[in-house]
């Protein structure tokens, strides 16, 4: 008899196995990275022009990103309703600028005002994403839509009439509806300029926003290691075994939501506060798409994500935001074509990136 003969399986433990198994896994940065590079040099853009705003972003967007880190850990996926987030910071804001509260008082009042307004909006977002249990992100996403309308409407209708508002800068001159815009001018740059490099020709380090920053990233990295954050991460991992070991799952994703979506109000105030200039009805929108794109093009998927791939991801995105116009002017020879192409980065980023993440996916699935 002919002995049978045992199939060869490959070395997984090859240094070529390995070379390919990092390049799939970190296929979507180093595609931004390398757009980025190409945009960068086509944009032809002052070096301290870009290195400035650069620092800018960093100082003023990873906190909106950092807010979806816990429901991505305790397997809801991304939260696109950090928007109700967004919009418990703005209440705040809108509140400490009618009575004109200013400087850091103002910012820290309008960060303690937004904390029950965002319990009370990531609770039911939070019970809401209970009853669409697989199907979070798009539940959420949807949830964002209809809150956006509720938003519209009641700042449209109910304030000045219901809710009284003797502040004429801020209301409509029919006396019904708060202004499109709002001028945060007291508050503006509040945080940024207790600490502030200038030093610089043409950078400014805004220190002590960077400081808020890293004390949110150790905070979170700290609280994940709690007992709260282990039951989140089993939760994350199998909602079955986490159950039968005795964990209120339920309550486990909702506290999930209510703490993505109080990080997202308190990084909506930070945001602004740099920005100066509060646009009522719009500054919420884009804010969950341009989270999303960020963590996802630093690496992260709908299941996995870390500190590091916050800030990553808000490094490229945001550098890739600042230079695509300008490159695509250049290379298109038309400016609202530049235009075009930075509404195409923010909304094609996540298609990119959710495909690559299946290919991971399926590759990393095929070599086991």
Same mark, same amino acid.
């Given at each position: 008899?002919?002995?049978?003969?045992?199939?060869?399986?490959?070395?997984?433990?090859?240094?070529?196995?390995?070379?390919?198994? @990092?390049?799939?896994?970190?296929?979507? %940065?180093? +595609?931004?990275?390398?757009?980025?590079?190409?945009?960068?040099?086509?944009?032809?853009?002052? %070096?301290?022009?870009?290195?400035? #705003?650069?620092?800018?972003?960093?100082?003023?967007?990873?906190?909106?990103?950092?807010?979806?880190?816990?429901?991505?850990?305790?397997?809801?996926?991304?939260?696109?309703?950090?928007?109700? =987030?967004?919009?418990?910071?703005?209440?705040?804001?809108?509140?400490?600028?009618?009575?004109?509260?200013?400087?850091?008082?103002? &910012?820290?009042?309008?960060?303690?005002?937004?904390?029950?307004?965002?319990?009370?909006?990531?609770?039911?977002?939070?019970?809401?994403?209970?009853?669409?249990?697989?199907? #979070?992100?798009?539940?959420?996403?949807?949830?964002?839509?209809?809150?956006?309308?509720?938003?519209?409407?009641?700042?449209?209708?109910?304030?000045?009439?219901?809710?009284?508002?003797? !502040?004429?800068?801020?209301?409509?001159?029919?006396?019904?509806?708060?202004?499109?815009?709002?001028?945060?001018?007291?508050?503006?740059?509040?945080?940024?300029?207790?600490?502030?490099?200038?030093?610089? %020709?043409?950078?400014?380090?805004?220190?002590?926003?960077?400081?808020?920053?890293?004390?949110?990233?150790?905070?979170?990295?700290?609280?994940?290691?709690?007992?709260?954050?282990?039951?989140?991460?089993? &939760?994350?991992?199998?909602? #079955?075994?986490?159950?039968?070991?005795?964990?209120?799952?339920? @309550?486990?994703?909702?506290?999930?939501?209510?703490?993505?979506?109080?990080?997202?109000?308190?990084?909506?105030?930070?945001?602004?506060?740099?920005?100066?200039?509060?646009?009522?009805?719009?500054?919420?929108?884009?804010?969950?798409?341009?989270? &999303?794109?960020?963590?996802?093009?630093?690496?992260?998927?709908?299941?996995?994500? !870390?500190?590091?791939?916050?800030?990553?991801?808000?490094?490229?995105?945001?550098?890739?935001?600042?230079?695509?116009?300008?490159?695509?002017?250049?290379? +298109?020879?038309?400016?609202?074509? =530049? #235009?075009?192409?930075? &509404?195409?980065?923010?909304?094609?980023?996540?298609?990119?990136? +959710?495909?690559?993440?299946?290919?991971?996916?399926?590759?990393?699935?095929?070599?086991?």
């Amino acid at each position: 008899m002919i002995p049978e003969q045992k199939e060869l399986k490959p070395n997984t433990n090859s240094p070529l196995i390995k070379i390919k198994r @990092k390049l799939i896994e970190f296929a979507v %940065p180093l +595609l931004f990275l390398v757009l980025c590079i190409i945009g960068a040099y086509y944009a032809r853009l002052q %070096p301290s022009f870009l290195i400035n #705003e650069i620092i800018m972003r960093m100082a003023r967007n990873p906190v909106l990103v950092l807010a979806l880190i816990i429901p991505v850990l305790a397997g809801m996926g991304m939260n696109f309703a950090i928007v109700l =987030g967004a919009m418990a910071g703005q209440i705040g804001l809108i509140i400490i600028t009618h009575y004109e509260a200013t400087g850091i008082t103002g &910012v820290t009042v309008a960060a303690l005002i937004a904390v029950p307004f965002a319990i009370i909006f990531g609770y039911l977002t939070g019970k809401l994403l209970n009853r669409a249990k697989g199907k #979070e992100m798009i539940t959420s996403m949807i949830f964002g839509f209809f809150a956006v309308y509720v938003w519209q409407l009641f700042f449209l209708v109910f304030v000045g009439s219901i809710i009284p508002m003797r !502040n004429e800068k801020m209301i409509l001159s029919t006396g019904v509806g708060v202004r499109n815009t709002v001028d945060l001018v007291g508050i503006r740059y509040a945080l940024d300029d207790i600490i502030k490099i200038r030093d610089l %020709p043409g950078i400014t380090i805004p220190i002590s926003t960077l400081i808020v920053v890293a004390l949110f990233c150790i905070l979170i990295t700290f609280f994940m290691k709690t007992k709260l954050g282990q039951d989140i991460r089993a &939760v994350g991992q199998n909602m #079955e075994i986490a159950a039968i070991s005795g964990i209120n799952v339920d @309550k486990i994703r909702i506290t999930a939501i209510i703490i993505s979506t109080v990080l997202a109000a308190w990084g909506q105030i930070i945001w602004l506060q740099n920005i100066g200039t509060l646009n009522t009805y719009g500054s919420h929108v884009q804010v969950g798409l341009f989270a &999303v794109a960020a963590l996802l093009i630093g690496g992260a998927s709908v299941a996995k994500a !870390n500190i590091w791939q916050v800030l990553l991801g808000t490094f490229l995105f945001h550098t890739l935001f600042i230079i695509s116009p300008t490159a695509g002017r250049n290379l +298109l020879g038309d400016a609202q074509i =530049g #235009e075009f192409f930075r &509404v195409f980065v923010a909304y094609g980023v996540i298609a990119v990136a +959710l495909v690559l993440h299946a290919w991971q996916k399926h590759s990393a699935a095929k070599n086991k």
